[in-house]
């Protein structure tokens, strides 16, 4: 696993559990589950087995040992150093997509009603339907 979360359910492949809704966890569980993952590398998962907190290829991690960490993230090929150029800036993030220009409301009976003093904006919604939504 490469994050470990105290307050979801894992799986028999250690794989996370996501559902709509779940109970919340009280505050002692929640410690108590990551202690036990730091300690013995372990997690019970929703099938009442232990799983294993961090796998590397077949390696399984049990517990935290510096130099067994380190170890097994040696053999799983990351660099020891950062690759980065000195001084590297991760850039600004940016839109993914083109920002939607507002919508121009259309030209309807209500103008000329508004120019003649008439109601300028049109009537709220009806029913539970958003603000400015119309057929």
């Known amino acids: ?5 105290a307050d979801l359910d894992y799986d028999e ?11 919340a966890i009280e505050p002692e569980a929640a410690a108590a589950r990551v202690v036990r993952a730091v300690r013995e590398g372990l997690v019970r998962s929703t099938g009442g087995s232990d799983v294993p907190v961090l796998t590397v ?7 935290y040992a510096p130099g067994e960490w380190n170890g097994y993230l040696d053999a799983a090929g990351y660099p020891k150093q950062s690759q980065l150029p000195a001084g590297y800036a991760f850039p600004a993030a ?4 083109e920002p939607v220009a507002a919508a121009r409301p259309a030209a309807t ?8 003093g008439g109601p300028a904006a049109p009537p709220p919604p009806a029913g ?3 603000p400015g939504f119309r057929f």
């Open 109 to 116: 009976a209500a103008a000329p009603a508004a120019q003649n």
């Open 128 to 130: 539970n339907a958003p």
């Open 1 to 5: 696993m490469r994050e470990f979360y």
């Open 57 to 63: 290829g077949r390696q399984t991690m049990r517990g």
């Open 94 to 97: 940016t839109p993914l997509t």
């Open 13 to 23: 492949a250690g794989r996370l559990v996501i559902t709509r809704e779940h109970a």
